[in-house]
Structure formats: C-alpha cells, structure tokens
C-alpha cells in the first residue's frame, strides 16, 4: 500500500518541477523580450580609454538591469572610415562618438541623426552643466545634434628648462619664434622643432592654424565652403611657404616617424619645442620629467586673419535617429558631471562639463591649458574637419612633399583649386 501510494506523490512532484521549469522559461523569454540592446561605437580601443568606457558601460547597465550595451571601438582613421560605411548601410549605431564641424555636418546632411534640442531643453538640470560655447560646433540651423565632451586645443610645447639655460623668451611673433629655433640649433639642438610627419594629420594642424594667421577670415569662410571654395587667395602660398620654413628645422627625422614618436622625444628631453594638443599632457608628463610651457602659433606680420584664434574644437556623442530613449539615458550618463570628473582624473583629457575640471583631478599644466581654451578669443576647427576631406588630402599629402622638397607651394595650391572646382559640380 506504502508502495501504491508513493507513484501518484512522485508523479505529483515531477509536474510540480516541470511546471516550475516551464514557468522560468517563460520568465525568462519574457525577460529577453524586455531587454532593450543599445549599440555603442567609439574610438578608444587603447588604455586607459577602453577600461574606463567599459567600466561606465558595466556601471549603467548594473543600474539599467533591462539595458544591454554591445561595444565596439576603433582608432582614429578606421573610425572615420567605418562611420562612412555604417552611415551608408543604415547601420549606424545607436550612441557614438563624434568630431564636431565639418565631421559632424557630414553626418547630420545623411539625415540619420537624432536632433538634440527637446532632448537639451527637457533636462536642463543636466543641459546646463554643458559649457554653452561648445555646442557650436554641432549646432547647424539653429538644432543640435551633438552633446560637446571633451574639450581641446593646439599649442607649441616647449622645455622651460632648455629655455632657462640658453636665456631664451617665448616669443610672441613669428619672426621671433625662427629667431628662437636658430638660437636651439647654435646651443645644439640640430633639429629643435620635430613633428611625426608620416602622419598627415599633424600637418593639417599646422597648416589650418597657419591659414588662421595669414588668410582674412571671410575668404577662409568663403573657401572652407566646398558650394563657393576657390583658393586663389595668395595667403595660402604665404601660408604653405611658412610650414615649408618650419620643416626646414624639423630634419629628416621628421619625415620617418609619426607623431607619438615625436611626443616621446619631447617627453624625453630630446626635442625643445613640438606642436601637441593639450590632451597629450598626461602622455608627455607620463614619459619623463620635462617642465612643460605652452604658446600660441605667434603672430605673423603682415599677416590678414587673426591673430589670437586658438586651433581646437570639441569632440562629443551623437544618437542615430531611431535610437531609443535608453541609449539617450545613457549619453546624459556619459556626460554627467561625476562621469566627466573622472574621465578626466584617469586619462587627463579636459573636459566640457561645467565644475568636472578641477585642482582634484588634474594638475598645473592641464589647468593653465584648460584657462587657455576657455580665454581663447576665438576657436577654429581642426583644418581636415574644416575642410572637404579631398581638398585636406591634397593639402596634407602636398605638407609631406613640401619637407622633402618634391614640389612647392604653387604646384600645391594649384591642385587644390582643381579639386575646388570639380567639388563644385
């Protein structure tokens, strides 16, 4: 009878499991059904960028327990050219990050990304915190469609203590600045003035900072644009003829190494004076012990733009336009306040959030840069985002051939305004 009895309990027992079973199962696909993927490209594959947006990702998804943020990231170039393509297929991830101006306004003209205005203008308690004077650069009609984060700028680097011991002021115009690097070269500096030439970039830099002194602003606003672009203004062989005059202090180092290799010479006390945006402090203050100062490209007489505009622009986040409103949480997560202080505390880079740049989370250096960007009369964009990209590559690669002496300004500028003019049809 005790045997009878005991099959209908171990049946009942068995359904009572299986039930259970059916019932996680259920909870569970309900539970995918719930879950909300958002797709997040940036392009710091490298330390200590990676970990740091790998830890905030773990962070909002811990405090978003629907949320699932699938990461990928690439380096600078591969960046650019994996957002062409992902734009073109339609495929463009939820969040990511995004150079402003010309880069910007590429991918806003797709018509593929979220305009930020009601977004700004419903959480001001967040908005707000955003440094006003950084959004332009991805405002374009009067909507936004970035959020500003990082903030950066351009200047010459250069060793106070090598300054000290030759006697040596910073000079405030350009004919001062060669008197200085022909001062280097006699106390033995043969090449005083490195740059990694094989990366076209930093001559970009250059270059577009160049043209800020040398070009009137409305025909730079004129040129700039690829509908009106021309390029038969003499400033820019002026300008080309001042980067050629720069590269003859470069040496033929210049041409072989990259920019990184640059930085470490400086870092090392190699190299006087070199060209950085202040987001390398950290890198250069990370290499060696160099006592680091910072000047503006000097003015240059008889020069017709400005003077004192300071080459730099911000970087930020943009939303496609099908994002969901989880992804537009998490990109106030990313810029918050608590997030940008320790952005900044672990790599150094300035940031564009108001009070998230502090004597707490960076030194001497990084803020005397931070004042500097802040009190700059005007900014101007990177010269390869301010420019169509084609007229940029001629400039670039023609920079790289100046320093060789393989062609010459005219032949340059030539190119550029037949590139002009077929990106005007």
């Known amino acids: 009878m005790k045997k009878v009895l005991g099959i209908p309990i171990i049946l009942l027992l068995f359904i009572t499991i299986l039930t259970a079973c059916n019932a996680d199962q259920g909870n569970e696909s309900a539970s995918d059904e719930d879950t909300v993927e958002i797709n997040f490209f940036h392009r710091w594959p490298n330390e200590p960028r990676k970990s740091f947006y790998d830890e905030r990702i773990k962070e909002f998804m811990d405090e978003n327990p629907n949320v699932k943020i699938n990461v990928d990231s690439v380096l600078n170039d591969s960046y650019k050219e994996k957002i062409k393509v992902l734009v073109s297929s339609d495929k463009l991830p939820d969040i990511f990050t995004a150079w402003s101006d010309s880069f910007a ?109 040398v070009v009137e602003p409305s025909i730079l606003e004129k040129d700039y644009n690829q509908d009106t672009g ?9 300008g080309l003829e001042v980067f050629q005059e720069l590269t003859t202090y470069m040496g033929d180092v210049s041409t072989a190494i990259d920019h990184e290799a640059a930085r470490n010479m400086f870092g090392n006390g190699e190299v006087p004076i070199l060209y950085m945006q202040f987001a390398e402090i950290k890198m250069v203050e990370d290499i060696g012990d160099v006592e680091i100062g910072f000047f503006n490209f000097p003015e240059v007489s008889n020069g017709k733009g400005n003077q004192t505009s300071l080459t730099g622009a911000p970087e930020g986040w943009m939303l496609s336009e099908n994002a969901p409103k989880e992804a537009v949480e998490f990109l106030k997560f990313l810029t918050s306040k608590e997030t940008a202080f320790e952005f900044t505390k672990t790599d150094g880079q300035l940031n564009a959030v108001k009070g998230a740049v502090t004597q707490e989370n960076v030194n001497a250096n990084s803020l005397e840069a931070y004042d500097i960007i802040m009190e700059a009369s005007t900014t101007a964009p990177w010269f390869d985002n301010a420019v169509n990209i084609n007229i940029a590559d001629i400039f670039m690669r023609g920079g790289q051939e100046l320093a060789t002496g393989q062609t010459t300004p005219e032949e340059i500028l030539k190119a550029v305004q037949q590139e002009a003019k077929k990106l005007k049809k």
């Open 105 to 213: 306004q590429n991918l806003v003209s797709s018509e593929k990304i979220m305009p930020l205005n009601d977004v700004i203008s419903n959480d001001e308690e967040w908005s707000s915190k955003i440094i006003e004077s950084q959004y332009g650069g991805f405002t374009f009609d009067d909507v936004t469609y970035g959020i500003p984060f990082t903030v950066d700028g351009k200047a010459f680097f250069y060793n106070k203590e090598i300054f000290k011991e030759n006697n040596i002021a910073v000079p405030s115009t350009y004919d001062e600045f060669i008197g200085v690097l022909g001062k280097l070269q006699e106390a033995g500096y043969k090449e005083p003035l490195v740059e990694g030439l094989t990366n076209t970039w930093a001559i970009s830099h250059y270059l577009g900072t160049i043209f800020q002194r």
């Open 230 to 238: 021309e390029y038969t203004d003499s400033g820019y062989i002026t």
